[in-house]
């Protein structure tokens, strides 16, 4: 288990799928992990959708594990040929893909219960069955998560300083195809077969745009990589909150206070916003203007957020100062 904090960990999440971002399939996992944290106290920082493109998913996964969040990825891990994040994943760490022991006898289980249900004879080297089994190719270094439903795990990796897993070894040849393969990420990086792409960024560069990547542990990173159907991923990440990270849940509830304004404009208000925030460093304040409510019309909802006894006193702060204006208001809401 990651060693404890005195700040709650940073919670992301990355979304992987072609038929999200073409409208295919409605995304149904945001809504759900912000359900999630928020049941242990905790919320979710960020969050990021990507297609099934290799370069971005290994951008995007490079981010990530430089970042020292603690982060969910789904889709993109099975073993079919538009399924890119197992091998992405190996090349934003640098460290070569292989197949999880583990992983291999849980895919074997699954698949000798397949055929028992089936009433058909196990056949382990079937070709079928034997590609099965890529399914439980990871990142070396790579620990299971397990799957409730049909067994076939997920996998979770740290991050490190210098892009790769200590317990690794020597990064392989970039003209080399890890075990499992990963070319496609390692050419997408390189703008395909187009020479002048020039070579890879560096494994101990930081991501453009960001700071240098932490040591895996130093604020207890760790990115968990699971199927895109919710029947599976969501008690997986139930479990590797349970599992990793009940050192956080918080005991204080985190809130929000706010009030709905008529009639008044958020560059009004902004001054008396910036007073709070600089009161109140612990807390955030928000302003969510609509102009079609179905209730209250056009209006701004305006509060604060954070932990429940420093959002009560921002709150009385903000009331007060937004007395000298002219406003007319609303209801207030507690959530």
Not at 74 to 88: E, F, K, L, S, V
Not at 211 to 239: Q, T
Request: charged share 20%; hydrophobic share 40%.
């Amino acid at each position: 288990m990651p060693a404890a904090e005195t700040a709650a960990p940073v919670f992301g999440l990355i979304i992987v799928g072609d038929e999200i971002l073409s409208g295919k399939r409605a995304d149904k996992h945001l809504p759900k992990v912000i359900e999630l944290l928020a049941a242990r106290g905790l919320r979710l920082d960020w969050a990021e959708y990507v297609g099934d493109d290799p370069a971005r998913i290994t951008a995007a996964l490079r981010r990530a594990l430089a970042s020292g969040d603690v982060v969910f990825c789904t889709g993109g891990i099975g073993a079919t040929p538009d399924d890119h994040t197992r091998q992405c994943a190996a090349v934003a760490l640098g460290v070569p893909l292989a197949l999880h022991p583990e992983a291999k006898a849980l895919i074997e289980e699954r698949m000798q219960d397949v055929a028992r249900e089936k009433g058909e004879p196990y056949e382990p080297d079937r070709a079928d069955n034997q590609h099965r089994l890529n399914m439980g190719v990871f990142p070396q270094g790579a620990r299971i998560i397990p799957n409730p439903y049909n067994k076939i795990p997920g996998f979770a990796l740290a991050g490190s300083a210098k892009g790769a897993h200590p317990a690794a070894g020597p990064l392989p040849r970039r003209d080399a195809a890890p075990s499992g393969g990963s070319a496609a990420c390692e050419a997408a990086e390189r703008g395909g077969d187009n020479p002048a792409a020039g070579p890879l960024p560096r494994r101990d560069a930081a991501p453009s745009g960001g700071s240098a990547p932490r040591a895996a542990g130093e604020r207890g990173g760790m990115i968990y990589f699971l199927p895109g159907f919710p029947v599976m991923a969501w008690p997986m990440i139930e479990w590797a909150l349970d599992t990793d990270w009940s050192h956080a849940f918080q005991r204080t509830a985190w809130v929000e206070r706010s009030v709905i304004l008529y009639g008044s404009m958020e560059a009004t208000l902004t001054p008396v916003m910036q007073r709070v925030e600089a009161a109140h460093p612990d807390i955030k304040v928000f302003s969510l203007p609509s102009v079609d409510h179905p209730q209250h019309g056009a209006h701004i909802e305006l509060g604060v957020k954070g932990p429940a006894a420093q959002a009560e006193a921002a709150y009385v702060d903000l009331r007060a100062w937004l007395q000298p204006f002219d406003l007319r208001y609303g209801p207030e809401l507690v959530r």
